[in-house]
């Protein structure tokens, strides 16, 4: 056996539990009074890939972890061979629970093996009653698996083919770690030794304390889990897996051995399902911490207060997986797209924050998104071109709401007229806005989250003017060329920290901007003329800004870069790329308003 | 607010007159259908059966011609959702759920007197359309109180929805057929046959018609529309006004008939027929809370 790393899990309370010849190490952090939550790890991982999340856990619940047998400071079986089918496994984990937690049923979380683990756990009949709730993450029940690959193959439709081999590229290391000796020679041998390198860099862990130094005997006896289970369980799969527990499911997106259509049929076989999505590789519990945290919080929380299960349920948007419970915010909240934003994301169940320099309108947007589902929502009258408010807003929230983990720069003001009759005043107005205001909540939040390192996301909204030219949008056009560019710019730099940056270039949207837009070298009578003129044509062309906000919506959840949202506004993308000098010529013209 | 406290209403008018009081009748009739109608309605029940059953109720009561036939919409047709042609109006097969919000909307004639009514309700509980409902009595105070500074109509339509823009709500009457927010609304001749075509009585077509065309050569319009045709202080007659507030898949409206008189006097150049009606009730009730 080799010895923890000191620090993994620090002030947790262990102790051993015998079953079946074996011994366990257990550590318990929290007041045991509380909810006990079971952390169960995968492979090769030993229970300190959970000591990030356990920590987060340890104020609320009893967290309780363990180590699978042969793994960390647990014991092996002897011999080792069939010593870990999930039967075995089912013992270890009810010798634990009714050690840590004799009268009350545990939650349950798994993530890998762990929740492999976990659904056999959750579907066998001898631990009903032992168990009140399963979070899964990375790591599909055994037998859903077989009945999923088997329904693939006997009626193998195109689509159901490029699905099954999509997972069996992704599960390419499952069939080498089926040879003999072969595994145990290289985790044993070169492989052990540059593993925390290698998965260190490939999912970007954090810091190096992880994997700890028990890595390459847990990575070597572990080879057994897959020999034992692997072939009996996709042979014949068992047709009674239901789960007799609720069940939440995370499923990363960027997981490089799970494909996310495994999940597919799993609302079959898990009738009290919350299914969440992560944009993520496959180590959350050392890459998303915080999201990990508070998702199994938030669940367990409800399955042990029936009356707080109400916002979960209230929130049936689309992408509801994806932004329940997410903090998000939104800058020029109070109307248009920036409202319709904020309201498409409460009705994905996320907490919202509006942001507006128009207190009354942000403070009315919060209110109607808690209305459609939003978690929480709180209004906040701040200008983002103001830099120390923008500060002073980025502390409060942090501090009071959490670190944001969607950005949707959206605040933007309108100015048209002629180049040469557009003062500075009128530029450093736009720019101030347009421009600043964007960067203020790029630097000042972005910061947040890339400190933070458990990804995020940043929306910034810029136009169709940014790559149209016109004669009456000089600096409109400037002002959201530059917001077009940074976000492009952001994207490159901050891909490092898996935070997606998306630029939307929404087109002619019936919002206000055209009622408050100021137009330049004319006066005051003339300008409201334009205004309600403006308005009018605007409203005619009648693109409402609910459709923008699906698209930004979509534009996180794909993470995509350049994101022109109307007709026209593809067509001029299309048009900037292969025919501008017919986009030139247009722009000549001179619209009569 | 003071002009709504000092609003003087139809029903305690001593002098309204008999066209007025048969107007104001025909109108209540139809509130009381829908209020039948709506607590009838159990989860299962199509927009089809639910029209079918004003249909009825009204019948029984001496209904024997439409301005329109009754309409209902359940769900997410109350916000009218991705309608593009008007035949969507129309009721469907849909089934109301529970926690589902409705709209009943019926023009039933009687005895010569045209009303047209919208009744908004849900299966339950619904906040969001409660909250709705709420917010759809400033609009009937801004109407009134903008009618009678003799604002151009289409200026008024205008800032009923800037009002439902800041409340960050949809217009949802731009739907109907040219966008109207009201229509004039008048007597009908009573005819042994009365045909309808396209769910519309042709009697009332004819005389909306006749409206149309006098309209056309003085300047004004039967319609209330966001479009050049409204660009004309309020004509003197009756004018069924119906707001319609749409948020997310949820919609709600009240409809219901404003007096436009000639009078100079503020207070009697324009003001709501009747002030005992579901909505007003409603909120009467809320500010009392």
Known sequence: ?593 | MAGATKQRTAHDRAGLSDELRGFREVQRLAYECAETVAAQLRPGVTEREAARMQRDWLRERGVRDWFHLPFAWFGDRTAFVNFKIPLQFFPTGRKLEPGMPFILDMAPVYRGYAADIGYSGSLGLHPVQDRLMSDLRPHRELILEQVRERRPLREIYENVERLMTRQGYANRHRAYPFGVIAHKIDRVRERRWSPTAFGFGTQSLRGLAADALHGHREGWSPLWSPYRFSDHPPQPGLWAVEPHLGFRGTGAKFEEILVVTDSRDPGESAFWLDDDLPHVRRWAEEKAA
């Open chain 1, 1 to 593: 056996m080799s010895g923890m790393s000191g620090t993994a899990l620090a002030g947790a309370r262990e102790r051993r539990v015998s079953t079946g010849g074996i011994e366990l190490c257990v550590a318990e952090l929290g007041d045991p009074d509380h909810p006990t939550v079971v952390l169960v790890h995968g492979y090769p991982d030993s229970k300190e890939v959970w000591s990030e999340v356990a920590e987060r856990l340890a104020s609320r619940f009893h967290v309780v972890l363990y180590d699978v047998r042969g793994h960390g400071r647990s014991s092996a079986p002897v011999p080792l061979r069939g010593g870990f089918t999930l039967e075995k496994l089912t013992d270890d984990f009810l010798a634990v629970v009714d050690a840590v937690s004799p009268d009350r049923p545990v939650h349950l979380v798994g993530h890998d093996w762990g929740s492999v683990q976990g659904w056999e756990f959750a579907t066998v009949a001898r631990t009903e009653g032992r168990i009140a709730s399963f979070t899964s993450m990375s790591g599909p029940s055994l037998d859903h698996f077989g009945h999923w690959i088997k329904k693939r193959m006997t009626r193998p439709t195109p689509r159901r083919a490029a699905q099954l081999l999509n997972q069996g590229v992704k599960s390419w290391y499952v069939g080498m770690l089926h040879t003999p000796v072969l595994p145990e020679l290289a985790w044993r041998g070169p492989l052990g030794k540059r593993w925390p390198k290698i998965v260190q860099r490939a999912e970007k862990f954090p810091d190096s304390s992880y994997p700890t130094a028990s890595l390459r005997e847990d990575a070597a006896h572990g080879a057994w889990l897959y020999r034992d289970n692997v072939r009996p369980r996709m042979r014949r799969p068992r047709t009674d897996a239901y789960a007799h527990v609720p069940v939440q499911l995370i499923v990363p997106t960027g997981d490089a051995f799970l494909s996310e259509r495994l999940y597919d049929d799993t609302e079959r076989w898990a009738p009290d399902l919350v299914r969440r999505t992560l944009s993520a590789k496959h180590w959350i519990p050392r890459t998303r911490p915080d999201q990990v945290a508070s998702w199994i919080s938030e669940f367990v929380t409800a399955r042990e207060e029936p009356a707080a299960r109400a916002p979960q349920q209230k929130a049936p948007g689309r992408h509801a997986d994806r932004f329940g419970g997410r903090l998000v915010l939104v800058t020029g909240a109070a109307s248009g797209i920036g409202r319709a934003t904020a309201f498409a994301f409460a009705e994905a169940g996320a907490r919202v924050v509006a942001v507006d320099r128009d207190a009354e309108g942000a403070a009315r947007t919060a209110e109607m998104a808690r209305l459609v589902g939003a978690a929480e929502a709180w209004g906040e009258c701040v200008d983002v071109s103001d830099e120390q408010a923008m500060e002073k807003l980025a502390a409060k929230v942090a501090t009071e709401y959490g670190i944001v983990d969607v950005l949707v720069n959206n605040a933007g003001i309108g100015l048209s007229g002629p180049f040469l009759e557009t003062t500075s005043e009128d530029w450093k107005k736009v720019l101030d806005v347009n421009l600043w205001g964007v960067i203020h909540g790029c630097r000042i939040f972005g910061k947040q989250m890339a400190e933070r390192n458990q990804g995020g996301h940043i929306v910034n909204t810029a136009s169709a003017a940014a790559y149209l030219p016109s004669r009456t949008l000089p600096a409109y056009s400037t002002s959201k060329a530059a917001v077009l560019m940074l976000s492009e710019c952001l994207r490159a730099e901050l891909a490092d920290k898996s935070i997606g940056v998306s630029a939307i270039c929404p087109g002619i949207v019936n919002t206000n901007i055209t009622a408050t837009s100021r137009f330049a070298g004319v006066d005051a009578a003339e300008e409201k003329r334009r205004q309600e003129r403006s308005s009018r044509l605007y409203g005619l062309r009648n693109f409402p800004p609910e459709k923008v906000a699906e698209a930004i919506l979509l534009a996180v959840v794909k993470n995509q870069a350049v994101v022109p949202v109307t007709p026209e506004s593809k067509g001029a993308l299309w048009m900037s790329r292969f025919t501008p000098r017919t986009l030139r010529r247009i722009a000549r013209l001179e619209p009569r308003l």
